[in-house]
């Protein structure tokens, strides 16, 4: 690999795998010789162990940097699939950092809290309060609308709810992960508590739009 080329994602996934089997063997290896009370063998393997722990951080820290910003956010997503509302609508404990997390003092509709929250997580420098309004988001410096939708990308619908793009399933649809919504239904099942975080199938005669996070 020549210094003027970027190391492909592939390649960066399969050196940090390398790299994390390799530490896991020399750990072991470490506390064996520490059993053995041997000094050189111990600052051997402690070298090793010292080593390959900065190359499993330097491969994490150029993945984290070689992959889209769309795609991390889609990652912490997928995450928290199956977070639920506890005690009351928009309510619980994970609903309710995710809201304050964006700005919120209380309870409130939180799907665009839920966009903030993975993109914030991804490192986005766009995401603000008014990420909480749907209808704002369109306006926010950072944000632009697509027509050419990739996973990751946030998608409004016509009934004032936005979710992110995980794929274009090619028949009509396309599948989401969505906060502040239930298993069936447009948005909610409940105005009680029960909605959560899901991945949903929606008709593209839905989508009111698609918006791409660029910072």
């Known amino acids: 690999m020549t210094a003027s080329r970027r190391p492909s994602r592939a390649f960066l996934r399969s050196s940090l795998a390398a790299w994390r089997r390799r530490l896991r063997f020399r750990e ?11 000094r050189r063998r111990i600052e051997h393997w402690q070298r090793l162990v010292d080593k390959a722990r900065y190359w499993r951080d330097r491969r994490a820290s150029q993945l984290k ?9 889609l990652a912490h997503a997928v995450e928290l699939v199956g977070v639920m509302e506890h005690g009351g609508n928009n309510a ?8 304050r997390a964006n700005g919120g003092t209380g309870p409130e509709p939180w799907c665009g ?6 993109y914030r997580l991804a490192g986005s420098r766009a995401v603000t309060r ?3 309004s749907v209808r704002l988001l369109g306006y926010v410096a950072g944000v632009r609308r697509t027509r050419r939708p990739r996973p990751g990308d946030l998608v409004r619908f016509k009934f004032d709810h936005v979710g992110l793009l995980e794929h274009v399933n090619g028949d009509g649809t396309i599948t989401t992960i969505e906060g502040n919504t239930g298993a069936t239904g ?6 009680t508590g029960g909605d959560g975080v ?5 008709s593209t005669s839905d989508v009111a739009d698609y918006l791409r996070v660029m910072r």
């Open 198 to 202: 899901y991945r949903k199938r929606r």
């Open 92 to 99: 619980g404990p994970t609903v309710s950092r995710i809201i």
């Open 65 to 73: 940097r070689a992959t889209p910003l769309r795609l991390r956010a």
């Open 113 to 118: 809290d839920f966009a903030a929250f993975v």
């Open 130 to 132: 008014a990420w909480a």
């Open 186 to 191: 447009a948005v909610s099942d409940s105005t």
């Open 28 to 38: 072991r290896r470490l506390a064996a010789a520490r059993r053995s009370g041997k």
